[in-house]
């Protein structure tokens, strides 16, 4: 009796450990199980007294029955498997573009060397990037560097709710700020005034707003109104419960943050996103797999690219991505830019200053191309969008 013992134990082990590996589908797992539970069970009736002969006998028919329901198992997953390359290979036709060696050239690789740089920076991963600015031998300014702790330093006090290394900033960009008319100087006042009120110290939000509202009137009059007005729903437990309920929102403080972030990078003269995230956004986005299908046209037609300043073909871009405006000319079907800018006939319509010129007739009138009225190409004014 011990043999058949030994050899059952062997046997529960082997299949314990199969049932383990075969976890991730569930019905060979369930057939596992349920053999396990009939070798357990052998075990016991031998131990019992039972017959060793007929028990096993009874046991290789439950282990061919259960061999049988795993082998059909394993055929659907297989035949799944293969319909799957099937319908991938009918899919895709052509096999992957393959690229040539992207940062190969000493200019391209120091490129992508000073955007990481600058993502660790940007970040406020200082240590790392000091180590990666040393180990890649790349030339980050004192002042760069510096102009990103700062921005750090005032964002983390941002988070902590304290206004004040801001508003230093905003005092000493006064004029850049104005330029953009950028509210960001008075959204900073703002939350301050409404967590004095929420905090019900309304004598100090009633002396902040004095001292800090006034010069804002000229821009932000309607606001400023809300935000006096408001003091007649005081306390702020009735506040939340009447039209100025969105003045107790939390997002007027937390917007505080991406809104100084973009200010400062703008006059830094850089995107208020992290480096690493506009080349994940725009480039793994599409942009590479467009650019590689028009290569790949071009090669076929035998053309080139004849701007060095212009993609020949149109990358969408997401609002957060688009950093100047756009206007592609319906005549030309060509984008706009400094040299050649949108122009407005007097009808209303709008073309490119080439196409108005092209248009234009003896004696300097033009058709407009999409109604029949005629103007002065000398009337036509310059659009900016």
Known sequence: MDAPLKELTKLEKLVSNSSAAKGKSPSISDSLESLLLSLKDAKQ??????????????????VDNTKKDVDDRQKEIYNSLARFGKALDKRFTT????????????E??????????????RTGQFRTAEVFIEESGIDISPDMREHFAELHRIMSSLKENDIGPALEWTERNR?????????????????????????SDYNAALIYARANFKSF??????????????????????????????????????????MFAKEYCASLGM???????????????????????????????KSEWSQSDELPIEIPLGPENRYHSIFACPVSKEQS???????????????TRDSLQKLSKAGGNVKCPYCPQESLASNALRVYF
């Open 45 to 62: 009736r031998i131990q019992a007294g039972a017959d060793a002969g007929e028990v096993c006998a009874g046991l290789s028919r439950t």
């Open 95 to 106: 096999p992957l573009p393959s690229y040539s060696p992207l940062f190969s050239s000493p």
């Open 108 to 121: 391209s690789k120091a490129a992508l060397e000073r955007t990481i740089a600058q993502h660790f920076l």
């Open 175 to 199: 004029q850049f700020l104005s330029s953009r008319s950028s509210p960001l100087e008075f959204h900073l006042h703002r939350s301050q005034y409404i967590r004095l009120l929420l905090s």
């Open 217 to 258: 009137y000229g821009t932000h009059s309607s606001e400023i109104l809300r935000l006096m007005n408001c003091l007649a729903y005081l306390p702020p437990s009735r506040l939340q419960g009447s039209p100025y309920a969105d003045l107790t929102s939390p997002s007027l403080h937390t917007d505080l943050e991406p």
């Open 271 to 301: 995107s208020r996103q992290v480096p690493l995230r506009v080349i994940g956004d725009i480039g793994g986005g599409g942009a590479l797999a467009r650019i590689e299908k028009g290569r790949k046209v071009m090669r076929e037609r």
């Open 337 to 351: 830019t400094e040299q050649n800018p949108p122009m407005m006939m007097v009808c209303g319509h709008v073309v």
